[in-house]
């Protein structure tokens, strides 16, 4: 029986941890890209709908890339192979509620795009690349 309460104290410690890690960073424009490299490094596309724009003005690619998690593991697997090794480059503030982040992506991180993001609610989603 003692075994028992261990294992689920531990069952629930484990599971609440795993529950809070996945609330996504989006209090910059970087770290809200951040957060999407995140997901292809690790696999875990269960939080990359929070990164949308609540107010459904993304392009249909950021749209993509949100509905990753219900997607084909094809999709899937094409985004982690061109994002694992992505990374941020430059964050520019356009204004208060709207920045662009330049980034290199690709198979060898050879690519450069710009991701462009929306501040709402003291939170950045991704827009527009």
Same mark, same amino acid.
């Given at each position: 029986?003692?075994?028992?309460?261990?294992?689920?104290?531990?069952?629930?410690?484990?599971?609440?941890?795993?529950?809070?890690?996945?609330?996504?960073?989006?209090?910059?424009?970087?770290?809200?890209?951040?957060?999407? =490299? %995140?997901? *292809?490094?690790?696999?875990?596309?269960? $939080?990359?709908?929070?990164?949308?724009?609540?107010?459904?003005?993304?392009? #249909?690619?950021?749209?993509?890339?949100?509905?990753?998690?219900?997607?084909?593991?094809?999709?899937?697997?094409?985004?982690?192979?061109? =994002? %694992?090794? *992505?990374?941020?480059?430059?964050?520019? $503030?356009?204004?208060?509620?709207?920045?662009?982040?330049?980034?290199?992506? #690709?198979?060898?991180?050879?690519?450069?795009?710009?991701?462009?993001?929306?501040?709402?609610?003291?939170?950045?989603?991704?827009?527009? =690349?």
């Amino acid at each position: 029986m003692p075994n028992k309460f261990i294992l689920c104290c531990f069952l629930f410690l484990y599971t609440s941890k795993l529950s809070i890690a996945q609330v996504p960073k989006q209090n910059s424009p970087r770290n809200t890209l951040e957060e999407a =490299f %995140k997901a *292809a490094r690790t696999g875990n596309f269960s $939080y990359l709908h929070l990164l949308c724009d609540p107010e459904g003005k993304n392009d #249909g690619d950021t749209q993509k890339l949100c509905n990753l998690q219900n997607g084909t593991l094809a999709d899937k697997l094409d985004y982690r192979v061109q =994002f %694992k090794l *992505a990374h941020s480059l430059e964050e520019k $503030y356009i204004d208060e509620n709207g920045a662009t982040v330049t980034f290199k992506f #690709g198979k060898k991180a050879q690519l450069f795009e710009t991701m462009l993001l929306v501040k709402r609610d003291d939170k950045w989603y991704l827009i527009s =690349f």
